[in-house]
């Protein structure tokens, strides 16, 4: 996020929030409509920040029309970046963090933030064209060491889980690469973790 005041000490989050909608005042032949969604993976588990219930877990799904997705994931329509400012601190309430000896307010969960974009434009033949792209915003809980933060209990529980899936995704990014490098068919190891 870095900081929201002054302009120049903004980081990603606030920056994508006023480019998508700067660019969509400048567009004046399309008709957009913008969703928010907010969840963290928490010890493996999908939680809708923006739920009323923020601690249900909710189920990963997969079909051929929609790739991935988490089954009644909250999403809110949003008009404005204050609006979708808002939606980002909602959800940012309901975060899983915790004190650790490296940092007082520790996260303790991996966090998502996406954002749809939907477009219409009317064709000459008076048809209308739907056009959809998503943005995810990822902040990932940072790899720890039980040594440094002193982590017991329920901390090291979190601290072995978030580890566990930053490898995961380490080891889907190496077979990415290898796949690539090697121009075939590589297993993708992507069901070792929710992350």
Same mark, same amino acid.
């Given at each position: ?6 302009? @120049? ?12 909608? @700067? &660019? ?5 032949? /399309? ?5 928010? $969604?907010? *969840?963290?993976?928490? +010890?493996? !588990?999908?939680?809708?920040? *923006? ?5 249900? /877990?909710? !189920? *990963?799904? !997969?079909? +051929? @029309? ?12 949003? &008009? =404005?970046?204050?609006?979708? @400012? ?17 940092? %007082?307010?520790? $996260? ?17 033949? =008076? ?6 792209? &998503?943005? +995810? ?8 060491? /039980? $040594? &440094? ?13 978030? +580890?566990?899936?930053? $490898? ?6 190496? #077979?990415? #690469?290898? %796949? ?16």
């Amino acid at each position: 996020e870095g900081q929201w005041e002054p302009a @120049e000490m903004r980081g990603i989050i606030p920056r994508a929030f006023c480019r998508i909608f @700067e &660019k969509i005042e400048a567009t004046h032949d /399309q008709n957009f409509l913008v969703r928010a $969604s907010f *969840l963290e993976i928490y +010890n493996e !588990e999908v939680r809708d920040l *923006l739920s009323k219930d923020p601690k249900n /877990q909710l !189920e *990963l799904k !997969e079909d +051929n @029309e929609r790739g991935v997705f988490v089954k009644d994931l909250t999403s809110y329509v949003v &008009k =404005g970046v204050s609006e979708m @400012e808002n939606v980002l601190l909602a959800g940012k309430k309901n975060r899983s963090v915790g004190a650790t000896l490296m940092n %007082q307010d520790s $996260s303790r969960s991996h966090s998502i933030f996406a954002i749809v974009i939907e477009s219409s434009v009317e064709s000459a033949d =008076g048809s209308r064209h739907i056009r959809a792209g &998503k943005l +995810n915003l990822v902040d990932l809980a940072g790899s720890e060491r /039980q $040594s &440094k933060t002193g982590a017991t209990g329920e901390r090291l529980k979190e601290a072995t889980k978030i +580890n566990m899936s930053l $490898s995961a995704l380490g080891n889907v990014i190496n #077979a990415l #690469a290898e %796949q690539a490098k090697k121009s075939k068919k590589v297993f993708i190891p992507y069901r070792n973790s929710k992350l």
